[in-house]
């Protein structure tokens, strides 16, 4: 079992940066791939970033691509997502995710962390 603890969300404003952090404890993370989510107010939750197991590959959603980098230390079992040039459609609750099914679903999940954009 794995647990995610998200980390480093708070109030920034348009064009602002931020960085969040995603502690795992339980089990080593460097045989996951790892993932950040959000969910804005009123919306369902969308993949935002996802990395490989050895960092070789990452992926991003459309809307925060060139804007946020993921990376990860493996040794530390720690995620992060790098927001850079946030706007206020990046305004969520952020979630850690790791660990995929063989349908590619996710099956552990933080508990969030908030980020809000002020105009």
């Known amino acids: 079992q794995v647990q995610l603890v998200e980390s480093g969300g708070g109030l920034v404003p348009v064009g602002g940066s931020l960085r969040l952090s995603c502690a795992a404890s339980g089990r080593p993370i460097s045989s996951y791939t790892m993932a950040w989510f959000r969910r804005a107010p009123g919306k369902e939750r969308e993949f935002v970033s996802s990395?490989?197991?050895?960092?070789?590959?990452?992926d991003y959603a459309d809307a925060v691509k060139g804007r946020f980098t993921i990376f990860r230390d493996n040794a530390k079992s720690i995620v992060f997502l790098e927001m850079n040039n946030v706007n206020l459609e990046d305004t969520a609750l952020y979630y850690c995710a790791g660990g995929r099914d063989s349908r590619g679903d996710f099956y552990y999940w933080g508990q969030g962390t908030q980020v809000t954009v002020s105009s």
């Open positions: 990395i490989s197991q050895s960092a070789d590959t990452t």
